[in-house]
């Protein structure tokens, strides 16, 4: 049943043609998800507290995508791409999220490997 599922998955994915990704989307994401990840890194060491570091650089990301759009729309005279925006913030999402669940989980371990040796 699961190979059937999958073959049929993979049949109707050729039926969309609207799957294109653009390079320049490609580097919003890309863009989004270095200033996130720098962010992050700045917040947590600094406060040491998961979901301000989350929330700061998640914002910092869509800050940037933004103002990269309201730059472009209103100085250099094109239009205010939507699509770029918000390829910006999944960079900045998808780094966050990421960073949010597998940091801090080492000093857990550590603490419990204390526990385990000294009983």
């Known amino acids: 049943m699961k190979t059937l599922i999958t073959i049929l998955i993979f049949c109707f ?3 969309c043609s609207a799957q294109f990704i653009s390079a320049d989307d490609k580097l919003h994401l ?10 992050y890194t700045i917040v947590y060491t600094t406060t040491k507290n998961k979901k301000k570091a989350f929330w700061y650089s998640l914002g ?6 933004l ?3 309201v730059y472009d729309g209103g100085i250099q005279n094109e239009r205010f791409d939507t699509g770029e925006a918000i390829a910006t913030t999944v ?9 949010n669940l597998f940091v801090g989980k080492n000093k857990n371990k550590k603490k419990k490997a204390k526990i385990a040796l000294v009983n």
């Open 30 to 39: 890309g863009a989004g998800a270095l200033i996130s990840a720098t962010t």
């Open 67 to 69: 103002a990269k759009e």
């Open 91 to 99: 960079g900045g999402l998808t780094v966050s999220t990421t960073l």
């Open 13 to 15: 994915t050729g039926l």
């Open 60 to 65: 910092a990301s869509a800050l940037a995508g």
